[in-house]
């Protein structure tokens, strides 16, 4: 026997032990149009579910794309004070979020087709009890005893099938959904922490290689493209601001000599160090007390991990 | 004929197509048992696909139990052999 039989009389199984137990036929049809009116309860609070883990989600990416947006800010106030190694970190962190927001951008297509399915998979099931609601009445209405039991088991079979696929894609719904939510509130940790940079995804080393590698392509792309804007409106500021060298002998960086021209990298790039050492923008002790004043998660994530560091070595 | 694909509602289909589906759910079936992943899902997209098809959707307020049950478009093996030998798949 095939599957699709094979499955169809497990339905069909399930269905009779159900008729089995009730004594008076009658009794059965009651006692399932009860389980029906529960059943579309569910199901429609599992749309709410899914809706509100979609909304969820939706926030998710504005914060991401918001903190993407001062990032780039950031990076181009640095290049403008001749802090290129900020200017580095400012934008490595971007592409960061950026590669959550596109993820985020999946699941919210795969949570609005869940939506979908069960919104669906709701209205077919109004439909099946308001027809079995109307089939229980006439049963009722003109009950015999001879011919009663065959039309209730009739009804009872309809209507249970659907039941069961219902109750099948409430569950599939719920998993998916506590898999998504875990992961959200991944993300909104690993904002509130600041360290958006070293994902644990369950990616193989050589998908985080290559990852890493078009990151770093990404911030060189993005650098250049800034210094670029730069050197065409205000020239003289990058020379005058020649790094320190603090933190960027620990990059492996070298402070390009002049600025002339066309930007070409003139530093050691494979060797670029994953954790980099806390950036301090200038503006920020402004925007981290403010953070901690609003009492809410902290979209600013450059403030809110130097601040927290800051206090840790004190 | 009456099937139903799982969370998409019941199909009426020209009972002239039967042998052609039973042909795929026996590939189906070997599949499982072969525990060949690649295989069961390729043998499901094409049942599904030929139930979509050739299947006219029932209007939602008919009341009929489906002859033959397909499982969801993106069910696992391990799901079907669930829904096969375990009960406790089907909720109520």
Partial sequence: MGVMKRVSLVFKAKANKALDKMEDPRETLDYSYQRQLELLTKVRRGVADVATSRKRVELQMNQLQQQANKLQDQARKALGMGREDLAREALTRKSSAQSQLDELQTQYAQLQAEEEKLTVASQRLQAKVDAFRTRKETIKATYTAAEAQTRINEAFSGISEEMGDVGMAIQRAEDKTAQMQARAGAIDELMASGALDDVGGRRDDIQSELDMMSANSDVERELARLKGELTTGAPKQLEGGAPNGDATAAQGYQAPQQSQGPYTPQYTQPQQPQQVPPAQPPQQPQQSQEAQHAGLPVSDLPGLADERQEGDGS | ?92
């Fill in chain 2, 1 to 92: 004929m009456i099937v139903r694909i799982l969370g998409e509602g019941q199909f009426k289909v020209d009972d002239a197509i039967a042998a052609e589906l039973n042909q795929l759910d026996t590939d189906l079936e070997t599949a499982v048992e072969q525990g060949d992943e690649a295989a069961f899902t390729a043998a499901l997209t094409r049942l599904l696909a030929q139930v979509h098809a050739q299947g006219t959707p029932l209007p939602p307020d008919i009341l009929e139990p489906s002859e033959l049950i397909l499982p969801h478009e993106d069910s696992s093996m391990d799901e079907v052999r669930k829904l096969l030998t375990d009960e406790g798949l089907i909720p109520g």
